[in-house]
């Protein structure tokens, strides 16, 4: 048993184990992000896939039926008003009375539903603090004064920017997902999607609580620093395989071979290994050897 | 019967006296002596689990269709390579376990070898007449680091092929020769013809480890041939070797850390993912991920990568990268440099050229543990400096405050580490009594409510009675009965 001597190392050890794990889970590492509850009841109107073993997966041989991914929603007239009431009473202080910006906050006629909804929908908008980059909270809005409050914004500048897209990744294809996010996503979003920081106090953030219909829009309005893809970078099917393999792949990974680590790479291995690997051995050094 | 046959067998080959030689060899048996051990084992593991994986990996850059049992890689073109290495992870029965302890023990046996070091390092063993095992075991160190890379390019995955591009651009930052080495071992420009895997594949099985054997078997006959360094304490001459000999105490000792040392690998190996490469995908040389890191014994030098300014010579119709020359070729070179000359530098620096078998307290050479202290916390923190991105984006800091925090950092921090470990050296020299055990003593309360302190009376076993050095006779079975020093304890002349 340990004895007094080695129990202080043991525990000493112990401890930072323990705390290296904890801070190189999952769950720390998105301590901030929502919870997925309220996302995923924050957007509906799609189906989701089930993880990988049930998700469709053809081969680019056979070809995936064309067309998904085009269709939109279209916000009824009768959302405007309480949209409004809901805007001057969240929004207007900083983005005025008609949306139209201040000093203090962008212009957001000619934006679009989807570009609302993406900001709003995942708690980002209202912002908590004035950072270089505002964060993902739980949302303040329900879907249905998310949706009011994108018909507002919408009728200030009809017909233009983008719409809340219809995601049904149902006919997506999770290879051609796989290949065009590994080449336009991973290298800010990182191959696993857990984000990582960028110049300037920016940062991409974590992919794993993102809904489908999220990462559309965010594919399409480009939010903060990331770069915006029209349909002539990503057409709407390949938008949907990107947001069909981070919801089925990078969402739902295949885990096996014991603890994750947090998808961080080497770093948390390095410390594993040395600290539970090593330092376990040194302290059977410790048992077995002469101690004088 | 077994009797006759080793007679036999001794008539012709004359074994018994190196067999004695060797059963008789003293151990010492402090415990940080058998730090090197988690090496010699984990290396053991390494070639066990190695094995195995070399039975299904293909070493291949030609490209298959995947046809396996991961299901978003399906249909997709990879090479032989990585899907033969996801094979391993999904297909192959304990393929993953096999994978995950061989990815484990390589950390592992590169941590023990630098925590070995560091025992050898601030006792002083390296010094006359060890010089040349000292230099053996950097060579180990160096070779372990070579094929811990190659080994971490061989799945071909986003991850590991970017670290290949980067040691490709490191050659190239050599000055003259730079482009003539990249084109010579990638067999072209980069990404070369798809050679570099099986020539990593080669490397990384055979030579590397061919050489590190050899290597071993030199550093464990030289420590056999010069016997084993010891603490001072009461008894241990620098003519004599006390502790336990190879038969039977140490090798039941020993035999039981291999079946340890491998038990604590396969845990890991079974609760702890390591390296999920299926995750990553296939090695495209036009796409990246970010947040790639080589393994923790490399990351010292991508740290050194990370941090270096931008700097360059343009002259004369030539470009020298000094952003890469610098911190990825001539930093490890100063480094290993120092390791491999300290025992020469310290000799001139001291002027002590006796032989020395009892090995020095840190605290006792407070400029070589002041060394040793900097060295490693200036390892530590460009260590630190390989994760930028991931401590900025777990501590929500700026990238920039985190980069320029390690470009102070890392010159100046190992500079005050230095000065404060001489000085906690001198002052542990200095104190009265340090190290010794100290009497306990007993409080008393009078009726009245005064405290007062009294020293205890020595209890059984306070009081340790050291055994007297007794010469004895260099083999076991001389050994007369009185001369017994405790169970399995042999103290031996040199």
Known sequence: ?????????????????????????????????????????????????????????????????????????????SFIAPGQALFDAS?????????????????????????????????????????????????????????????????????????????????????????????????????????????????????????????????????????????????????????????????????????????????????????????????????????? | MIDSSLRWVDDRLG?????????????????????????????????????????????????????????????????????????????????????????????????????????????????????????VGVTMLLLGIVNGFLGYSLPDDLVSGTGIRIAYSILESIPLAGSYLGTFLFGGNYPGNGIIIPRFYLLHILIVPALIVGLLAAHLGLLVKQKHTQFKGRGKTEHNVVGSPMFPTFMAKTTGFLFVTT????????????????????????????????????????????????????????????????????FPGIIFNVFFAWPFIEARHTNDLAYHNLLDRPRDRPKRTGAGAMMLMLMFMVFGASSTDVLANFFQVPLNSVLWFFRIAVPLIPVITYFVTVKICEEMRGAEGIGKRKPPNVVHRSASGEFSTVPAEARPGDGHEELEAVPVPAFIDMVPADLATGPGIRRVMR
Not at chain 1, 44 to 64: C, D, E, K, R, V
Not at chain 2, 282 to 305: K, T
Not at chain 2, 316 to 330: Q, R, S
């Open chain 2, 263 to 330: 038990a604590v690998t396969f845990i890991l190996a079974g609760f702890a993912q390591i390296n999920p490469i299926w995750q990553f995908g296939q090695y495209e040389p036009f796409q990246i991920s970010y947040a790639v890191q080589p393994d923790w014994y490399m990351g010292w030098l991508d740290g050194a990568l990370r941090i270096m300014p931008s700097w360059e010579f343009v002259g004369w119709g030539h470009t020298i990268p000094l952003e890469v020359l610098l911190p990825a070729v001539i």
């Open chain 2, 15 to 135: 074994i018994a006296k190196g067999g004695r030689t060797f059963l008789d060899k003293i151990f010492p048996d402090h415990w940080s002596f058998m730090l090197g051990e988690i090496a010699l084992y984990s290396f053991v593991v390494l070639l066990g689990t190695g094995v195995f994986l070399s039975l299904y990996y293909i070493p291949s850059a030609h490209e298959i269709v995947y046809h396996g049992g991961y299901l978003p890689l399906q249909g997709q073109k990879v090479s032989e390579a990585y899907a033969s290495s996801v094979g391993l992870s999904f297909d192959v029965k304990s393929g993953l376990l096999m994978r995950q302890a061989h990815h484990w023990s390589a950390d592992i046996f590169l941590g023990s070898i630098a925590v070995h070091m560091a025992r050898v390092f601030f006792t002083g063993a390296f010094r006359k007449p060890r010089e040349f095992n000292w230099i």
């Open chain 1, 91 to 292: 929004c207007a202080s900083c983005h005025g009375a008609d949306a139209a910006g201040t000093s203090r906050a962008p212009n957001l006629q000619g934006l679009g539903a989807g570009t609302v909804d993406f900001w709003v929908s995942t708690g980002r908008m209202p912002l908590a603090i004035s950072s270089i980059q505002a964060t993902v909270k739980p949302p303040r809005f329900d879907r249905l004064q998310t949706l009011q409050i994108a018909a507002f914004v919408q009728s200030k500048a009809p017909g233009t920017g983008m719409p809340i897209p219809i995601v049904n990744l149902s006919a997506a294809n999770l290879e051609v997902g796989g290949s065009l996010f590994t080449l336009n996503c991973a290298a800010c979003h990182t191959i696993t999607g857990a984000g990582d920081a960028l110049a300037g106090g920016a940062f991409a953030p974590s992919l794993h609580l993102a809904t489908p219909t999220q990462i559309i829009e965010a594919i399409r309005s480009g939010p903060g620093d990331m770069p915006r893809f029209s349909e002539g970078n990503l057409t709407p099917t390949e938008a949907h395989d990107i947001a069909a393999y981070v919801h089925g792949v990078i969402q739902h990974p295949e885990d096996r071979g014991g603890f994750g680590l947090g998808g961080i790479g080497p770093v948390g291995e390095g410390f594993v290994g040395l600290l539970v690997g090593v330092g376990l051995l040194m302290l059977v050094c410790f048992w077995i050897g002469e101690r004088t």
């Open chain 1, 1 to 77: 048993m340990i004895r007094g001597r080695y129990a202080i190392p043991a525990a000493l050890l112990a401890t930072v184990g323990i705390f290296g794990l904890m801070a190189f889970s999952p769950s720390a590492a998105q301590a901030d992000s929502t919870t997925p509850t309220t996302v995923a009841s924050a957007a509906g109107g799609y189906a989701y896939p089930t993880p990988t073993s049930t998700t469709p997966t053809t081969s680019p041989t056979s070809s995936a039926p064309s067309g998904y991914g085009t269709a939109d929603i279209t916000l009824p007239d």
